[in-house]
Nanobody
Framework: QVQLVESGGGLVQAGGSLRLSCAVSGRTFSSYNMAWFRQAPGKDREFVAVITRSGGSTYYADSVKGRFTISRDNAKNTVYLQMNSLKPEDTAVYYC?????????????????WGQGTQVTVSS
């Protein structure tokens, strides 16, 4: 069983920064592509960023490109999301997710494991 635990959310003013962490336990962390998704009230869960098993490739949603950075530390079984220049529209619950599939995907359904989410609120 794989467990994912997010941390680092909070309240920040527009233009500020936050760093989210997701600690993974249970199975070989380096076997998974890792992603961040977010869900705002009344909206569907949406893709934010993904990083491949080795950390060699990353992909971002257009809405966060240039502002957010995903990274991972396979020695610490942790994936990070550095969020800079935050906007009120970034307000959401942020989830990390693990996918054992071969192909990197930005879709919700292929991800095998999910964390409980951490709230990010950006005030204007």
């Amino acid at each position: 069983q794989v467990q994912l635990v997010e941390s680092g959310g909070g309240l920040v003013q527009a233009g500020g920064s936050l760093r989210l962490s997701c600690a993974v336990s249970g199975r070989t962390f380096s076997s998974y592509n890792m992603a961040w998704f977010r869900q705002a009230p009344g909206k569907d869960r949406e893709f934010v960023a993904v990083i491949t098993r080795s950390g060699g490739s990353t992909y971002y949603a257009d809405s966060v490109k240039g502002r957010f950075t995903i990274s991972r530390d396979n020695a610490k079984n942790t994936v990070y999301l550095q969020m800079n220049s935050l906007k009120p529209e970034d307000t959401a619950v942020y989830y990390c997710a693990a996918d054992s599939g071969v192909v990197v995907t930005t879709s919700v359904s292929p991800y095998d494991y999910w964390g409980q989410g951490t709230q990010v609120t950006v005030s204007s």
